[in-house]
């Protein structure tokens, strides 16, 4: 079973922020932590991915802990196109889990 | 233009055929990546391929079989295909060899239903 957790579905408002939890309990020192999403039946979409630092591209923020154990991907403004299943994906799952289905409401 | 594409877009076909699906990628990446999602929506790695060479082979029934004529193709052959066969099949390349430390950029998807 997959080490990386994370809650099955959330709600967010249209405009409001949206913030995606992921645990990564075990992962290791120098493996980053990568997240994608899948919109609708698309394929997944590369969003972000981060170390140890906080990391900020055009689409999302990333929050890293101290300790690594978890991460929060951060959408600032959250629009009805951001509905879509988000993947956390740490090196040691050899696979993508089943992600957060996000939805934004009107 | 499309950074990764597959052919075709969508597959329907009796049980027992053998198909193929391609792949291509115009991102100068050295490995490429096939995956299936099934209908539970999770998504599996199945075959790997740097610079022409398999470097990820999963459980995967020997009916598929990859063929990778250069870096920018990666082919899917599925022979004698059955029902369980159904599902989207994606393809992905990266620019390195370390899976699921590189991002990969993936194409739209093959739907593959077998009757």
């Known amino acids: 079973d997959a080490k990386t957790t994370q809650p099955p579905s959330m709600d967010c408002a249209e405009g409001r922020a949206a913030n995606l939890p992921c645990n990564h309990s075990?992962?290791?020192?120098?493996?980053?932590v990568y997240w994608y999403r899948q919109i609708h039946s698309q394929g997944p979409q590369y969003i972000i991915h981060?170390?140890?630092n906080n990391e900020t591209n055009e689409m999302a923020s990333l929050i890293i802990t101290e300790d690594r154990k978890s991460s929060t991907l951060i959408l600032p403004h959250a629009t009805l196109r951001d509905t879509a299943v988000y993947y956390c994906?740490?090196?040691?799952?050899?696979?993508f889990g089943a992600g957060t289905r996000l939805t934004v409401k009107p | 233009d499309t950074a990764v594409s597959q052919t075709p877009k969508y597959l329907v076909t009796q049980m027992g055929n053998d198909k193929s699906i391609k792949c291509e990628q115009n991102?100068?990446?050295?490995?490429m990546y096939w995956y299936k999602q099934d209908s539970k929506k999770f998504l599996k790695i199945m075959f790997s391929?740097?610079?022409?060479?398999?470097?990820i082979n999963e459980t995967v029934p020997n009916r598929f079989s990859p063929k990778s004529p250069d870096k920018a193709h990666l082919n899917l052959h599925i022979n004698s295909l059955e029902l369980g066969d159904s599902a989207v099949y994606f393809c992905?390349?990266?620019?390195?060899?370390?899976?699921?430390?590189?991002?990969?950029?993936f194409g739209p998807g093959t739907r593959l239903l077998v009757l």
């Open positions: 991102l100068g990446h050295d490995t």
């Open positions: 992905a390349s990266s620019d390195g060899t370390v899976l699921y430390q590189e991002t990969q950029y």
């Open positions: 075990t992962i290791s020192g120098n493996e980053y």
């Open positions: 994906i740490a090196p040691y799952d050899m696979r």
């Open positions: 391929y740097n610079n022409k060479e398999l470097i």
């Open positions: 981060g170390l140890k």
